[in-house]
C-alpha cells in the first residue's frame, strides 16, 4: 500500500492505494471518475486518455503512485461552470460522436492536439488522433469537429 | 402550424452526458457490496478437462466462490438456446461454462468471485486445469475433411447443416447455354466486432423478493431476458430485469447470450450478492462472437452480349464451436436471399453448409451475410467485365434492374418493394468523373503509378420481416417492433420503444418523429429505451431495423393517441368528432381554428375524467406492435478510388463517393455518421482487419496490436449524396441505414486494388488486400 496525493481536476486527492492499481482504476474505482473509460489491455484504444501535467496520456499505461504530486485531467474537469469547452461544442455540433464510449479519450487527446498544434491540417488531426480509436464514426465527423473546435479557440483567442 | 423535425439534422441530445463523462455504460455502474467475477479461461482450442483442482485458489484471501461448469450443470443451468433453426440442423448443447471437454481457446471453464477484480483475477490464475490437449481445427473448408478432428460428437463430419436456395435445374441449364462462364473461388474471411466498450455485465439478486436485475451490454434486452429466464436458467420472466443503459457499440456482437452474463445472473442469485464482470480486450477477440469466414467457389454464366444468365454458388460456412443466437440464419437466410444483388439474373442457385470448427462462435456482424453476398456479386461483376472486354459500368447499366421492374420477384425468395438503382448511379457519377478518372489512370501509369477504380452498385434487405415467415423459415422470434407512447396530464409524452439504442441516437431521431406526429415542441417528448422494467417489450436492435420497424410502432401509437385525444376534444367542443382536425397542436372544428381544444386541454382531461364522452376510459396511453410485411431494400452505388504502390503493395484510398438511396431520412446528420463508419468497416475488411488462427487453432490476432481496428490517419473523409425512393412497406418510407455503408463498401475497394493492379494481369486477391499481400501477388509480374 501507498499513500498518494493526485490532483485531480484541480482538487487534491489523497488515498491510500494498493501499489499496483492504474491510474483508470484509481479514477474509476477510488474517486468515482468512471468518464474516463477502458477499451483495451494495450494501450491502442485511447478511451482512457486522460491529461497529467497538461499531457495527453493512456491512463491504463500509469501507475496511480506514479501519478503521485501531479496534476491529472479527466473528462469531467473539462467543462467549467457547466459550460462546454470548445472541443465539447465541437463534437456536439459536428456529430463527432455515436455511442460515445471513445469519446471522452478523444476530447482529452484532441484538446492536447490543438493545444500543441493550433492549427491542424486534417491529416494532423488524423494523425494526431492514431493513438485513439473510434469503430463508429470512421473518424470523418471527428476531424471536423476537431477543425470546428480548433476554429472557434482560434477566433476566441483573438 | 407548429414546428416539425422530420428531415433535420437536430442536435443530439444524448451527447449531454456522453461528452461530459456522464454516460452510465455498465462498468460505471457501483452497487454497494459488489463481488466481483473472472472466468478461467482455456489456453488450448480442444481438450478434455480431466480435473480442475480450485484449493489453491479457494484459499486466497478475498475469494467467496468458485464455480465451475459442472456446478452450474447440476443445478439446472440449461444450455444456451438458438435462435434460428434449420430443418436438420445439429445443435449441440452449449452449457456457459464447459463441462467436459473445451472447444475453443478462451472457452470458460470456472468462474471466481472475489471481493475485488483483482483478487478475482489472481485466484483465476490459480485455478489448475488438467487438460488432455485433443487436436483442433480452425478451418471451414479443413473441416469437411476426411479425418478431420470432431468438435461434437453430435456432427462427426463436422456439418451443422446444408441448407439450399433457388431452382437448380434452371441454374444448370442457364450455364448449358452459357457464351461464357467466369468462374472464382472467394475466400471471406473472419472479422473480430471489436465495439471499444467491451462487452459487461453486473446481475444483483435480492433475495428478499426474489428478483434479480441484470445490468448488461446488450442490443435487445428484452431477448436476452426472454432467453436466460426460459431457456438458460428458469428464472420467471416476471422476477427478471434487464437494464442495458448506454451501450458502447455493437455492431452485431451485443445481440447474443452469451455464457458469461448467464453464469454471472446465476451465481449472483446462489450468493445473494451483486456480481461485476468486465471482459477485457484479450477475452473480447476470444469471445465476442464474430463475422464472416467464408469459402466459396462461385461462377456466373454470361451471354456473348454481356447479359448474366446464371449464377451458381456453393458456401463453406465456419461458425465456430459452438451454434449462438443468431448463427444459422447469417450464412442462409440473409446471405443466398441476397445474391440477386441488383441484377436481372434470371436463375440462382446457392448451397451452403455450415460446418463447427474449434474457434470461437460465428455471427452477426454488421452487415451479416449480405456483406458476404455483395462482395462475391460485385467481384463477379467486375471478373465478368474483364472477361468479355466490357467496361465495369456498362456491363451493370446492362444488368441492373430498372425502375419499371419492381415490385420484383427475385429468384432468391425476396420480393424487392422498390427501387431506383440508375439513378442512384447516375448521380454518383455526377460526383465522380469517370472517363476524367481513366485519362488520369493512363496518365499515372505511363509514370509508374497504379491508381484504380472500383464500383459497388448494391443492394441489401435489411428490417427483417415479417414475423409468420421468419416463423415459418426457422426463427424462433417474432421481428416486429412494439412502441408505448404515454401522454402525462401536462401533455408532455414519454415514449417507451423497444428498439435499442448503442450509437444510433434514437433519443434524438425517435422523438423527432413522435413530435412531428402528436404535434408537440420536441422538449416535450423523452424516448425511454432498454430497460425490461418499465418498456413493455421489445425486439432491438440489429440488421438495421430500429429506422424501418421501431419507428413504425410509434408512429403507430401517435396514431391511436390522436384517435383517443380526438374523441375528449370532440366531447369538449360539443362537436362531432367527423368535424374536428388536429392542427398545430390544436383540435378545433374545421374552419373554426378561433375556438380550440389544446393538447394540454386533452390531456389534462384524459387524466381528470371530470367530462369525458359516455363509456370512454381515462388516461391517454397506446401501445402498438408494429410487424411489417416485408424487408425493406435499401440501395445505392460507391465509388472507391485507390492508388497501388508498385514497390510496397501499399494501397492508399484516394477518394470515396458514395450514393445511397435509404428512403426518408429522419435526421440526416445522424444518417450520415452511421453510413460513415459503416464505410470504414467495410473498406478496413478490404485492406486491413484479418482473425487469423495458427495450425493449432490458436487466435493469432488476439489483441489490438496485432488485429487491426482502423485509426484515423488510415482513411480519408467521404463524400456523401442521397437519392430517396420511399419504401412503401412502412407508414414513415423508411429503410435502415446501419449496414448499408459496411456492405456496399468492401468490393468498391476490392473492385479499386484489382483496377489498379489489372495491367499486371492479376485478378484477383484474397482479402485483405495488406501490402505483403499484393506484394505477394505482384512479385515478379511485369507490366503487360
Not at chain 1, 459536428?94 to 471522452?104: K, V
Not at chain 2, 478451418?139 to 439450399?164: I, S
Not at chain 2, 472486354?389 to 425468395?413: C, H, W
Amino acid at each position: 500500500m501507498a499513500s498518494v496525493t493526485i490532483t485531480v481536476n484541480g482538487t487534491p486527492q489523497t488515498r491510500e492505494i494498493e501499489t499496483r492499481v492504474l491510474l483508470v482504476h484509481f479514477l474509476r474505482d477510488t474517486l468515482g471518475l468512471t468518464g474516463t473509460h477502458v477499451g483495451c489491455d494495450t494501450s491502442q484504444c485511447g478511451a482512457c486518455t486522460v491529461t497529467l501535467d497538461g499531457m495527453a496520456v493512456k491512463s491504463c499505461s500509469l501507475f496511480a503512485v506514479q501519478a503521485d504530486g501531479r496534476s491529472v485531467g479527466t473528462i469531467e474537469g473539462v467543462a467549467k461552470e457547466g459550460k462546454l469547452n470548445a472541443m465539447q461544442e465541437g463534437f456536439w455540433q459536428e456529430h463527432g460522436l455515436q455511442c460515445g464510449f471513445c469519446t471522452p479519450g478523444m476530447i482529452m487527446a484532441a484538446c492536447a492536439l490543438i493545444e500543441r498544434n493550433p492549427k491542424p491540417t486534417d491529416h494532423e488531426v488524423r494523425v494526431g488522433l492514431e493513438g485513439n480509436m473510434c469503430r463508429c464514426t470512421g473518424y470523418t465527423n471527428i476531424v471536423k469537429a476537431v477543425q470546428t473546435a480548433a476554429a472557434a479557440t482560434a477566433a476566441g483567442k483573438r | 402550424m407548429s414546428e416539425t423535425f422530420f428531415g433535420k439534422s437536430v442536435k443530439r441530445r444524448e451527447d449531454a452526458r456522453l461528452l461530459t463523462g456522464k454516460g452510465a455504460f455498465v462498468d460505471d455502474l457501483k452497487i454497494p457490496f459488489t463481488t466481483h467475477a473472472a472466468f478461467v479461461r482455456s489456453p488450448h482450442a480442444h481438450a478434455k478437462i480431466n480435473k480442475i483442482d480450485l484449493t489453491a485458489a479457494k484459499a486466497m484471501k478475498g475469494v467467496i466462490a468458485i464455480y465451475t461448469g459442472k456446478d452450474l450443470k447440476d443445478s439446472g443451468v440449461k444450455p444456451i438456446p438458438v435462435g434460428w433453426l434449420l430443418p436438420g440442423i445439429k445443435v449441440p448443447a452449449h452449457y456457459p461454462l464447459a463441462v467436459d471437454k473445451v472447444r475453443h481457446m478462451g472457452d470458460a471453464v470456472a468462474l471466481v468471485i472475489a471481493e475485488t477484480v483483482y483478487i478475482a483475477r489472481d485466484a483465476a490464475e490459480l485455478v489448475e486445469v488438467d487438460y488432455q490437449v485433443l487436436p483442433a481445427l480452425s478451418d471451414g473448408a479443413e473441416a469437411l475433411k476426411k479425418g478431420a478432428p470432431t468438435v461434437h460428437d453430435e456432427a462427426p463430419d463436422n456439418v451443422c447443416f446444408r441448407w439450399a436456395l433457388g431452382d437448380k435445374a434452371a441454374t444448370d441449364k442457364a450455364f448449358t447455354t452459357a457464351h461464357k462462364i467466369v468462374k472464382q473461388s472467394f475466400r471471406n474471411h473472419r472479422l473480430i466486432p471489436n465495439a471499444i466498450e467491451p462487452r459487461a455485465c453486473l446481475a444483483s439478486a435480492n433475495a428478499g423478493t426474489g428478483e434479480t436485475t441484470l445490468w448488461v451490454t446488450s442490443q435487445n434486452p428484452h431477448v436476452h431476458r426472454l432467453i436466460m429466464a426460459a431457456f438458460v436458467l428458469g428464472i420467471p420472466e416476471h422476477k427478471l430485469r434487464v437494464i442495458s443503459q448506454d451501450v458502447g457499440g455493437g455492431f452485431g456482437s451485443k445481440i447474443f447470450i452469451y455464457p458469461e452474463e448467464c453464469a454471472v445472473t446465476w451465481a449472483s442469485r446462489a450468493l445473494s450478492r451483486p456480481i461485476k464482470w468486465t471482459s477485457d480486450r484479450r477475452e473480447a477477440f476470444l469471445t465476442d462472437a464474430h463475422g464472416r469466414d467464408h469459402h466459396t467457389e462461385a461462377e456466373i454464366a454470361l451471354s456473348a452480349e454481356g447479359n448474366f444468365l446464371g449464377l451458381r454458388v456453393k458456401t463453406v460456412a465456419n461458425l465456430g464451436a459452438y451454434l449462438t443466437l443468431f448463427a444459422p440464419a447469417v450464412p442462409t437466410y440473409l446471405y443466398g436471399t441476397l445474391l440477386t444483388g441488383t441484377y436481372k439474373t434470371p436463375a440462382i442457385h446457392v448451397d451452403v453448409t455450415g460446418v463447427f470448427t474449434h474457434t470461437t462462435p460465428v455471427d452477426a456482424y454488421r452487415g451479416a451475410g449480405r456483406p458476404e453476398a455483395t462482395y462475391l456479386i460485385e467481384r463477379l461483376v467486375d471478373l465478368s467485365a474483364k472477361a468479355l472486354g466490357m467496361d465495369p459500368l456498362e456491363i451493370r447499366r446492362k444488368n441492373l434492374l430498372t425502375s419499371d421492374q419492381f415490385p420484383y420477384q427475385t429468384p432468391v425468395a425476396l420480393l424487392y418493394d422498390s427501387g431506383n438503382y440508375q439513378g442512384a448511379l447516375d448521380k454518383a457519377l455526377t460526383m465522380f468523373d469517370y472517363p476524367g478518372f481513366r485519362k488520369e489512370q493512363a496518365a499515372a501509369r505511363k509514370e509508374g503509378r497504379y491508381l484504380g477504380v472500383g464500383f459497388s452498385t448494391y443492394v441489401e434487405a435489411c428490417g427483417l420481416a415479417p414475423s409468420q415467415v421468419a416463423g415459418a423459415l426457422g426463427a424462433q422470434a417474432g421481428l416486429y417492433e412494439s412502441a408505448t407512447v404515454r401522454v402525462h396530464p401536462t401533455g408532455k409524452v414519454t415514449v417507451f420503444t423497444g428498439s435499442h439504442s448503442h450509437g444510433q441516437g434514437h433519443e434524438t431521431t425517435f422523438a423527432q418523429v413522435a413530435a412531428d406526429e402528436l404535434q408537440v415542441p420536441m422538449e416535450d417528448v423523452e424516448i425511454v429505451h432498454g430497460d425490461t422494467g418499465i418498456v413493455p417489450f421489445g425486439m432491438g436492435s440489429y440488421g438495421s431495423r430500429s429506422g424501418p420497424v421501431g419507428t413504425a410502432a410509434i408512429h403507430m401509437g401517435a396514431q391511436k393517441i390522436k384517435e383517443k385525444a380526438k374523441k375528449i376534444a370532440a366531447h369538449l367542443l360539443e362537436a362531432n368528432e367527423k368535424d374536428v382536425v388536429y392542427e398545430g397542436g390544436k383540435f378545433f372544428v374545421k374552419g373554426t381554428p378561433g375556438v380550440s381544444k389544446s393538447f394540454f386541454d386533452v390531456s389534462l382531461m384524459a387524466y381528470l375524467a371530470h367530462n369525458l364522452p359516455k363509456g370512454l376510459e381515462p388516461g391517454l396511453e397506446a401501445i402498438s406492435f408494429f410487424d411489417p410485411g416485408n424487408f425493406v431494400f435499401p440501395f445505392g452505388t460507391h465509388i472507391c478510388m485507390v492508388e497501388v504502390e508498385r514497390s510496397t503493395g501499399v494501397v492508399k484510398v484516394l477518394r470515396y463517393v458514395a450514393v445511397d438511396d435509404l428512403g426518408r431520412v429522419i435526421n440526416p446528420m445522424i444518417v450520415d455518421g452511421m453510413v460513415h463508419g459503416g464505410i470504414l468497416q467495410g473498406v478496413s475488411q478490404a485492406l486491413y482487419e484479418h482473425a487469423e488462427y495458427d495450425e493449432n487453432a490458436q487466435l493469432i490476432t488476439g489483441s489490438m496490436m496485432n488485429y487491426v481496428v482502423p485509426k484515423a490517419d488510415d482513411f480519408i473523409g467521404v463524400e456523401l449524396a442521397r437519392t430517396e425512393t420511399p419504401t412503401p412497406v412502412n407508414p414513415l418510407g423508411i429503410k435502415g441505414a446501419g449496414e448499408t455503408g459496411t456492405i456496399a463498401s468492401t468490393p468498391a475497394v476490392a473492385n479499386a486494388v484489382m483496377d489498379a493492379l489489372s495491367p499486371f494481369g492479376i485478378q484477383h486477391i484474397d482479402m485483405p488486400l495488406t501490402p505483403g499481400r499484393i506484394w505477394e501477388a505482384l512479385r515478379g509480374r511485369k507490366e503487360a
